[in-house]
């Protein structure tokens, strides 16, 4: 009861309850690393590709597709939401998750993101993952991406992101996150002007940042150093 109730309390005001939340939560660990096979997994599987190259040469190639994809074709949705307030009580800003990812085994620094169900589109389920993840709900649709991929030469999983807008009335605001159990997501506010410097500083507390995420900032500092015109 008590980390629940340290839980929303981060969530919803997390610079005044960053410390109690820590002292109430249990800092997660890998148990252990085992080999599994194709048929025991749940979510992914592995395929063994054969294909003729350019020089005409067959060969073969190993993948890692998901069992999740649906009859859009496309496995997942990231969320850029732009934070923006009516009266200009605050500088555009973006909202960021801290989440632990078993794979890496370390807590990550990334989009708010999720898969697309049967049924829904790519801006359905932005609008969803948005207001599970963060408690924000999006007021318009700025952008929509093309299928991307992020690690070809392993797996086919391909996603496309979503930049939405979050028009508040005034001062910011802390939502409470409609989160599922076994989920575990902190949200960070960040102003866009200063995303890269922030990423870097969680890089050196030991954070790891997402990619996609990274490279976005990375863009936006580049844009307004670099005459691009």
């Not at 919803?12 to 890998?30: C, D, F, G, N, W």
């Amino acid at each position: 009861m008590l980390l629940l109730q340290a839980r929303t309390l981060f969530q919803t005001a997390p610079k005044v309850y960053r410390k109690l939340y820590r002292m109430a939560s249990q800092e997660p660990k890998i148990l252990s690393k085992t080999e599994m096979s194709a048929s025991e997994a749940r979510w992914i599987t592995l395929k063994k590709i054969k294909f003729i190259d350019q020089g005409g040469q067959e060969r073969s190639w190993e993948c890692a597709e998901r069992k999740t994809r649906k009859s859009a074709g496309v496995d997942a949705v990231a969320i850029l939401a732009i934070l923006r307030s009516k009266t200009k009580a605050f500088k555009p800003s973006t909202v960021v998750i801290e989440q632990y990812r078993p794979p890496v085994g370390k807590f990550i620094i990334e989009l708010p993101a999720g898969l697309i169900d049967e049924g829904e589109t790519a801006e359905s389920t932005a609008n969803r993952e948005l207001h599970e993840e963060t408690g924000y709900r999006a007021t318009e649709t700025l952008h929509i991406s093309p299928v991307i991929v992020s690690d070809p030469g392993m797996t086919n999983a391909n996603m496309q992101l979503v930049v939405v807008a979050v028009d508040l009335e005034d001062k910011m605001e802390w939502p409470q996150p409609k989160l599922e159990d076994g989920e575990h997501i902190v949200t960070k506010i960040i102003e866009l002007s200063k995303l890269k410097a922030e990423l870097e500083a969680y890089d050196k507390k030991g954070f790891v940042v997402d990619a996609r995420l990274s490279h976005f900032a990375t863009g936006l500092a580049l844009s307004q150093q670099i005459d691009i015109q």
